[in-house]
């Protein structure tokens, strides 16, 4: 059997929530919302693992609802833990009340530079890249993943993720961007936690933020 992406457009800013499937296995990137609704899409599926690129609200406030209904471990960057634990009050976008949206449980992992991420036959390497947030990451594929990498709000077709939110800063941002141009081989597909995917070779060679 063949490697699975599935794709989830969540909350109500739009996050892309994806499940990389491998030989039954599963692992759910930044299930922003409708952590229940998730689940119960991925039946067919062991959930092993739920992982966040970094702390924002629409990012994490579907974990809870998610691994209280499959029982996986859940897993951020340590640098953005605690925040990730307040997530709805550090907002700048007011949700309404819902029980699908929760400040997440305590991390099961705690992520930093260099640590893999298994999942049937691929692994994910994690890459630290803060300017969006202080404790972002990039998850870069390998094994039967080779070819594709997580990059959360770090980078967007044509753009990059805003610095001027609590936790970002321009100049670290840039600093993120000139080290991903090196480490994402060109033929990579990016998958943005908003929007559209692409390709490193089309943003080497378009998105102004990487000149």
Same mark, same amino acid.
């Given at each position: 059997?063949?490697?699975?992406?599935?794709?989830?457009?969540?909350?109500?800013?739009?996050?892309?929530?994806?499940?990389?499937?491998?030989?039954?296995?599963?692992?759910?990137?930044?299930?922003?919302?409708?952590?229940?609704?998730?689940?119960?899409?991925?039946?067919?599926?062991?959930?092993?693992?739920?992982?966040?690129?970094?702390?924002?609200?629409?990012?994490?406030?579907?974990?809870?609802?998610?691994?209280?209904?499959?029982?996986?471990?859940?897993?951020?960057?340590?640098?953005?833990?605690?925040?990730?634990?307040?997530?709805?009050?550090?907002?700048?976008?007011?949700?309404?009340?819902?029980?699908?949206?929760?400040?997440?449980?305590?991390?099961?992992?705690?992520?930093?530079?260099?640590?893999?991420?298994?999942?049937?036959?691929?692994? *994910?390497?994690?890459?630290?890249?803060?300017?969006?947030?202080? #404790?972002?990451?990039? =998850? +870069? $594929? @390998?094994?039967? &993943?080779?070819?594709?990498? *997580?990059?959360?709000?770090?980078?967007?077709?044509?753009?990059? #993720?805003?610095?001027? =939110? +609590? $936790? @970002?800063?321009? &100049?670290?941002?840039?600093?993120?961007?000139?080290?991903?141009?090196?480490?994402?081989?060109?033929?990579?597909?990016? =998958?943005? $936690?908003?929007?559209? &995917?692409?390709?490193?070779?089309?943003?080497?060679?378009?998105?102004?933020?990487?000149?």
């Amino acid at each position: 059997m063949s490697d699975e992406i599935r794709q989830f457009v969540v909350g109500p800013i739009q996050t892309n929530c994806y499940a990389y499937v491998s030989e039954g296995e599963c692992m759910v990137v930044d299930p922003g919302a409708s952590g229940s609704a998730i689940a119960e899409h991925l039946k067919d599926v062991q959930i092993t693992l739920v992982v966040a690129t970094h702390r924002h609200h629409d990012h994490v406030c579907g974990v809870r609802a998610l691994v209280e209904a499959c029982g996986a471990p859940w897993a951020i960057s340590a640098v953005d833990a605690e925040g990730a634990q307040k997530a709805l009050e550090l907002s700048s976008h007011g949700f309404g009340p819902s029980p699908e949206l929760a400040d997440p449980p305590v991390p099961d992992r705690l992520l930093s530079e260099g640590d893999v991420l298994k999942v049937g036959t691929a692994t *994910f390497t994690v890459i630290e890249t803060p300017g969006h947030t202080e #404790g972002g990451i990039v =998850l +870069l $594929g @390998g094994g039967s &993943a080779q070819g594709i990498a *997580f990059v959360g709000d770090t980078l967007f077709a044509g753009s990059c #993720g805003r610095t001027d =939110l +609590l $936790g @970002g800063d321009h &100049a670290t941002m840039m600093d993120t961007l000139a080290r991903l141009k090196t480490e994402l081989p060109a033929e990579t597909a990016i =998958l943005c $936690g908003h929007g559209p &995917a692409s390709t490193m070779e089309v943003e080497l060679a378009t998105n102004p933020w990487l000149q």
